[in-house]
């Protein structure tokens, strides 16, 4: 069958910092020197956080209206910003934190 993927990954959602976020329900952080590992339960993906920041974000993430909001909070500087906003997108896309919906 010409031009058919089997069993490609699916794509997490896009991210986009000015949405709500947080961790996802079925990832389990532990904290490391470095930073943490991130285990997902559901797809068994291990990620490394090697930001002690970074893992203060992906933490507090639900506690903030949005990402951009939790960057803030967390200290990140201004030119930092987009390499934190990478970092988070490619958690999400591994789907280590999820869209939170808001009420």
């Known amino acids: 069958m010409r031009g058919v993927l089997i069993d490609a990954p ?14 996802a329900r079925s990832v389990a952080l532990r904290p490391e020197p470095f930073g943490a590992l991130v285990y997902h339960f559901g797809n068994r993906k291990l990620s490394f956080l090697k ?16 990402a951009a909001a939790a960057l803030v909070a967390c200290g990140v500087p201004d ?25």
């Open 51 to 66: 930001s002690k920041t970074l893992v203060e974000v992906v933490e507090t993430l639900a506690d903030h209206p949005s």
């Open 10 to 23: 699916a794509a997490g959602p896009a991210f986009d910092p000015g949405l709500p976020w947080r961790r």
């Open 79 to 103: 030119a930092q910003i987009p390499a934190y906003v990478n970092a988070l997108a490619d958690l999400a896309r591994s789907r280590m934190i999820e869209r939170r919906e808001t009420p």
